[in-house]
């Protein structure tokens, strides 16, 4: 039990964790308060699980990574300077850089699982539907170089402004449009190519 | 040709779009396996995140001044060890001095022959 959640429980008082700010859940992080920590996992674990899951297109991996990202969290909370970079840009360059780590040591970029397991295969035509297009979203991705594929799930799957999206990735804000630029219209073409195949596919 | 494919392509952007954005959530199981997983921040780990923080912005001084210590230690150590050596030298050289004249001019001296 944290020491926080000890005082708390001892003196009757509720741990204001909702209304604490991200910043003030790492300053308490930072001095070891689990329950703080806890809180701050509850916040961004499933948007850092989804980011490490499309970068890397491995479930068991991304599990595995996740936990890493956040034990570096928690042990490089003193490291974290409130008012330089968001709580949440920090995290995303923590998970990224772990994400990085992990396709350059398993060697295997470029070696995303083509295929993402098909939810709701017996269920109505629509939803067997959408989950072709996951499907095929999830294989476009995979063709992605890994800069293109970061920049684009940052933007557009995880929210994060440009001038963000730079400071996870270290490059300037030019160099992420460009990337976006570049990654979006491949991304559109992949994802055509591999309807138009799949239609194709289909009519055979 | 390309004013017929931009509804399509439109459609197929705000789609891209949708899909991006859906929701996803972690597996229930993960959080309990971190905070399980959570190593203790001990004294070390913290005194090496202190000297070598990922943010290095403007803390390059910590590392450096840390270099500086052994060799701050080393310099004095070095001075320590001349100013010793060079007073018990001196020491020596008197000590030698007075024996020498001790026995020139003692009544024990000389070589008993007279």
């Known amino acids: ?204 | 040709m390309n004013e017929r494919n931009e509804p399509f392509a439109g459609r197929r952007a705000d789609r891209l779009d949708e899909l991006l954005a859906e929701p996803h959530a972690a597996p229930p199981a993960l959080t309990s396996r971190i905070l399980e997983g959570l190593p203790s921040q001990s004294r070390w780990q913290r005194f090496f995140d202190w000297l070598a923080p990922v943010d290095r912005d403007g803390r390059l001084w910590r590392p450096v001044a840390a270099a500086l210590v052994p060799l701050a230690f080393g310099f004095a150590l070095g001075l320590g060890v001349g100013v010793q050596g060079e007073d018990s030298l001196y020491d020596d050289v008197l000590l030698l001095a007075f024996t020498d004249s001790y026995f020139e001019t003692s009544a024990y001296g000389g070589d008993g022959d007279d």
């Open chain 1, 1 to 204: 039990m944290s020491v926080a959640l000890a005082i708390a429980s001892a003196t009757g008082a509720e741990p204001l964790l909702s209304a604490d700010s991200d910043e003030a859940l790492m300053a308490r992080i930072a001095a070891g308060d689990e329950q703080a920590f806890e809180g701050l996992l509850g916040r961004h674990l499933d948007r850092i699980h989804h980011y490490l899951r499309r970068l890397t297109g491995r479930q068991a991996d991304c599990d595995d990574l996740a936990q890493e990202t956040f034990i570096r969290v928690w042990l490089k909370a003193r490291s974290f300077r409130p008012g330089r970079v968001k709580v949440s840009t920090w995290l995303h360059r923590i998970a990224h850089n772990v994400a990085v780590d992990h396709l350059r040591k398993a060697g295997r970029a470029a070696r995303i699982e083509a295929t993402e397991p098909l939810r709701d295969e017996a269920g109505p035509d629509a939803l067997r539907q959408q989950a072709e297009e996951r499907q095929r979203l999830h294989g476009a991705l995979g063709a992605l170089p890994e800069g293109q594929r970061s920049a684009i799930l940052l933007r557009h799957q995880q929210g994060l402004s440009n001038p963000d999206v730079a400071a996870v990735l270290g490059i300037s804000v030019r160099a992420v449009e460009s990337l976006l630029s570049r990654g979006r219209r491949r991304l559109m073409t992949l994802m055509g190519d591999r309807d138009s195949a799949g239609n194709q596919e289909g009519m055979l």
